[in-house]
C-alpha cells in the first residue's frame, strides 16, 4: 500500500500465549493480528484477523545467566511482550534454562511429580520446517486427502496447533477435522508410523480434557488404539524372531546391520505405543470406559509390554497397571499373568520414577496373599530390602515388606537379608520423637520371628532399643521391646538387667499405650529364676494392680495385661501369697464376673485361678475365701475348648484338695460329658423308654462304661419311678 493510503489501514496486535519451544532453546510468542481497512470518514469497511507467532530464540541462555536480565532485554527487544507479561517470560526462560536437553534425538517434558511423561511429537518426527497457523485448518484437512507423504506433512501441522490447548476448542469444534482424521487413521495406520502417531497425538492432546473425551469415544479411538498396540506388539515379536533367525544364518556383519535397523524401528514404535497407552488411560478416567477396556483385554497388553527397554513407555505402561489394579478382576488378571514376574527385572532400575511407580504397584498387588506369595518366589524380597536406604523409595518399599512379613514363612527369610540391621540403624536414628509407623509395623512384625528377634539383640541391639523406648516413651517401640521378650530361650534372660526400669515406669509413665506394652513385656518374662516376690514389693506393685483392677476407669487393654502379669508371677509360690494376702482375689472374681463375653480375659482370669491352687499355700485360700470354684464349674460348658480346658485342670486341683467340691465337680463333670443321653432321658415319655428297654439294641454297652478300681454306683430316676437308669460314674 502507499504511503498516501496508510492512513486508511489501521492494525492491531493482541499478545497472545507464550510458549517455549519444544527442542531448541526458543521463545514461542503468539499474537493476533487484526487489520482494518477505513473509508474517507474514519469508518470500517474492511476487517481481517489472522493468528501469527514470533520465534525469539536465546542462544545465550546457559545455567549461569541472569533470568531477570534476560527477560527484559527479550520485551527490550520484542515489542508484542508488554511489560504486564515479565513475570510470564521469567517462568518461560526460567524452565528453558532447567530444561534437560534431549537425548539421542528423542525430547520429551519430564512431570514434576512421579508419573509418565508427557509424549512429545518431535521424538517421532522432525520438527516441520513451516509452522501451522490456525486459519489455515482447512488446507491442511485437504492434505489428509492427498498422498502418503502429504497426509504425513497434515498431520504434524494440524498436530502443531493441537499442542497448544488454546486452540483445542476449536478444533474439536471442527467436524470435518475430527471426521477426516479418524477415517485417515482407520485406514492407513499400518502403511505409516509417523502418520499413526501424529494422528493418535492430536486425539491425545484432546484426550487431557474431560469434556472432549465423548468425542473420543464417538470415534471409537480408545478400541481403535487397543488395535494399534496389539499390532505393533505382534510386530515385535516378529522382528525380535528375524532377528534371532538372521543372528543364526547371516554374517556378522549382516547382523549388526539388522540389528541397527531394528533399534530405528523399535524407537519409532515406542513413540506409538505411548500415545496410544497415554490416550487410553486418559480415557480410563471414566470407571465404565475402563471396564470396557478391561474386557477387550487390556491388562494383557500392558503385561506384554513390560519387556521393552523404553523407561518412557515402561513408566507409562507400570502406572497405567497401578491405577487397574485397584479393582479385584484386574488384580486377579495380573496374577494369571505373573506380573510380579515380570515386574522383578524393573526393581531396582536406573529411573527413579518408573522404579517408585513399580513399587506402589506392588503395594496395590500385596494386598492379596496369591501376589504376595509370587513376590516371594521370584526373588523380590531381597530386592526390595536393598531399596530401604533410597529415601525416594523408602516408604513404598517398607509398606510392601510390611505385607510381606504378615506370612509367618516369609518371617524366617528376613533373617537372610540386611533388612533387621537396617531397619535397627533407622529406629535408632529416627530424627523425631515417635518412629515412623511403617517402619514400626514392619519391625513388630519382624520381632515375632525367633531368629530375627534374636538378630535384634545382637551386640548392644536390646540396650539401645529399650533407651530409645523410654526416652521417648514411644508405644510402638515398647511393643517391638514386647515381641522379643517372648520368645524362649536367651533373649530372655537380656531383660534381666531392665527390671527396674519396666517396673519403675508404670508409676512414672503417664501414657496408658505405652504403660500396656511395658505391663506386656513383664507378664513375658517367664524365668525360672525371677524371684518376682522381690520385684512387687521393691516397686510397689501390688498396690498398682490392685488399683487397676478396682479402679473401674481402666481400660481393658492394660487390665488384661495385669492379669496376664498376675498369671505370670503367680508361678512363684511366695509372690502367688503374696497376691491373695493382699486383697486381689475378690476383685479378680468380681472382673470375672463382668467380662464373661471376652473369652481371652475369662482365659487369661482361670489361668490365674489355675497358678493359685498349684500352690498348696494358696489353695485353700482359692476354695475357702472366693466363689472362684462355682464360675469354674460353671465355665465348664463354655463353647471355648481353651477355657474348657484350663477349668478341667483347675478343678481337678480343687478336687484334690476338697472332698466336698470333688462329689460336686465329679457330678459336673459327668454331667457334661454325658450331657446328650441325659438330655434324651429327660424329654422322651416313658413308653418310648421302656420299649426301648425291652426291644432292639441297648444304647449303653458294657464296653462303653470306663471302670476304675474306686468306682462308684450311682442311680438317678426321672419323675417316673417305674424307669431305672444305670450310670458307672468315675471317681
Known amino acids: 500500500m502507499q504511503s498516501e493510503d496508510a492512513k486508511y489501514l489501521k492494525k492491531r496486535v493482541k499478545t497472545g500465549s507464550i510458549d517455549v519451544h519444544p527442542t531448541e532453546k526458543a521463545l514461542l510468542v503468539n499474537y493476533e493480528l487484526e487489520a482494518t481497512i477505513l473509508g474517507e470518514l474514519g469508518d470500517p469497511m474492511l476487517g481481517d484477523k489472522k493468528e501469527c507467532q514470533k520465534i525469539i530464540r536465546l542462544t545465550s541462555l546457559s545455567a549461569e545467566t541472569n533470568v531477570a536480565q534476560l527477560a527484559r532485554e527479550v520485551m527490550a527487544r520484542c515489542q508484542l511482550i508488554p511489560p504486564s507479561r515479565q513475570p510470564e517470560l521469567e517462568q518461560a526462560i526460567f524452565y528453558l534454562q532447567h530444561r534437560r536437553p534431549p537425548r539421542g534425538g528423542e525430547t520429551r517434558q519430564q512431570s514434576a511429580a512421579p508419573g509418565p511423561s508427557r509424549p512429545d511429537s518431535a521424538a517421532s518426527s522432525p520438527e516441520p520446517a513451516e509452522l501451522a497457523q490456525l486459519t489455515d485448518v482447512d488446507s491442511y484437512v485437504e492434505l489428509l486427502y492427498e498422498e502418503l507423504s502429504e497426509k504425513e506433512r497434515g498431520a504434524q501441522l494440524l498436530l502443531q496447533l493441537a499442542r497448544n490447548p488454546d486452540n483445542l476448542d476449536e478444533l474439536v469444534n471442527n467436524e470435518a477435522m475430527i471426521g477426516a482424521l479418524s477415517r485417515t487413521l482407520r485406514e492407513e495406520w499400518k502403511k505409516s508410523t509417523a502418520l499413526a502417531t501424529s494422528i493418535v497425538y492430536i486425539f491425545f492432546c484432546m484426550s487431557t480434557f474431560s469434556q472432549f473425551h465423548g468425542i473420543i469415544v464417538k470415534q471409537k479411538m480408545g478400541s481403535l488404539c487397543m488395535d494399534i498396540v496389539d499390532h505393533e506388539l505382534k510386530r515385535y515379536a516378529q522382528w525380535r524372531e528375524d532377528l534371532a533367525r538372521r543372528k543364526r544364518a547371516a554374517s556378522e556383519a549382516e547382523f549388526q546391520q539388522a540389528r541397527v535397523t531394528l533399534v530405528r524401528l523399535v524407537k519409532k514404535q515406542n513413540q506409538l505405543l505411548r500415545v496410544c497407552l497415554y490416550l487410553l488411560l486418559n480415557l480410563a ?113 517398607i509398606a510392601v515388606l510390611y505385607h510381606l512379613s504378615m506370612d509367618d514363612k516369609v518371617k524366617s527369610m528376613f533373617a537372610y537379608t540386611d533388612c533387621i540391621p537396617i531397619c535397627m540403624k533407622l529406629v535408632l536414628e529416627w530424627p523425631e520423637p515417635k518412629v515412623g509407623l511403617e517402619l514400626m509395623a514392619l519391625c513388630i512384625n519382624l520381632t515375632a520371628n525367633k531368629r530375627n528377634a534374636e538378630l535384634v539383640c545382637e551386640g548392644d541391639g536390646l540396650p539401645l532399643l529399650v533407651a530409645r523406648a523410654f526416652q521417648h516413651q514411644d508405644p510402638l517401640v515398647m511393643k517391638m521391646v514386647r515381641n522379643i521378650s517372648q520368645h524362649e530361650g536367651q533373649t530372655k534372660v537380656l531383660f534381666l538387667e531392665f527390671l527396674g526400669e519396666f517396673a519403675e515406669s508404670l508409676h512414672s509413665c503417664s501414657e496408658e499405650e505405652f504403660v500396656v506394652e511395658t505391663v506386656g513385656v513383664l507378664g513375658n518374662l517367664s524365668i525360672p529364676d525371677l524371684d518376682f516376690d522381690r520385684l512387687f514389693r521393691q516397686f510397689r506393685l501390688v498396690d498398682w494392680m490392685k488399683s487397676k483392677l478396682t479402679s473401674g476407669s481402666c481400660e481393658d487393654d492394660l487390665l488384661l495385661e495385669v492379669v496376664v502379669l498376675m498369671g505370670t508371677a503367680c508361678a512363684d509360690e511366695a509372690c502367688s501369697l503374696l497376691l491373695a494376702e493382699a486383697g486381689l482375689l475378690p476383685p479378680l472374681v468380681d472382673l470375672l464376673n463382668a467380662k464373661q463375653e471376652d473369652d481371652e480375659m475369662v482365659l487369661q482370669i482361670i489361668y490365674v485361678f489355675h497358678q493359685l491352687t498349684a500352690h498348696p499355700s494358696t489353695r485353700q485360700l482359692i476354695i475357702r475365701d472366693t466363689h472362684a470354684p462355682a464360675y469354674l464349674v460353671d465355665l465348664l460348658h463354655d463353647k471355648n475348648a481353651q477355657i474348657r480346658r484350663v477349668c478341667d485342670a483347675t478343678l481337678d486341683l480343687i478336687a484334690e484338695a476338697d472332698p466336698a467340691w470333688a462329689t460336686r465337680i465329679r457330678l459336673e463333670k459327668f454331667r457334661w460329658h454325658n450331657s446328650q443321653w441325659l438330655d434324651m432321658v429327660e424329654t422322651q415319655p416313658a413308653e418310648e423308654v421302656t420299649a426301648y428297654d425291652t426291644d432292639g439294641e441297648p444304647f449303653l454297652h458294657e464296653r462303653d462304661v470306663l471302670y476304675q478300681s474306686d468306682t462308684s454306683s450311682e442311680v438317678l430316676l426321672d419323675d417316673d419311678s417305674s424307669t431305672h437308669v444305670r450310670f458307672d460314674v468315675l471317681e
Open 285 to 397: 478416567e471414566d470407571v465404565k470406559t475402563e471396564e470396557k477396556m478391561r474386557r477387550r483385554g487390556v491388562v494383557p497388553l500392558l503385561c506384554r509390554c513390560l519387556d521393552r527397554d523404553s523407561a518412557d513407555l515402561l513408566l507409562l505402561v507400570v502406572t497405567f497397571l497401578k491405577k487397574l489394579s485397584v479393582y479385584v478382576e484386574n488384580k486377579d488378571d495380573m496374577l494369571d499373568l505373573s506380573v510380579c514376574e515380570r515386574l522383578s527385572p524393573l526393581v531396582p532400575h536406573d529411573n527413579a520414577d518408573l522404579l517408585n511407580v513399580t513399587i506402589r504397584l506392588l503395594l496395590n498387588l500385596s494386598f492379596d496373599a496369591k501376589h504376595r506369595a509370587q513376590m516371594v518366589n521370584v526373588g523380590l524380597l531381597p530386592k526390595l530390602v536393598n531399596l530401604i536406604p533410597s529415601p525416594r523409595q523408602r516408604s513404598a518399599a
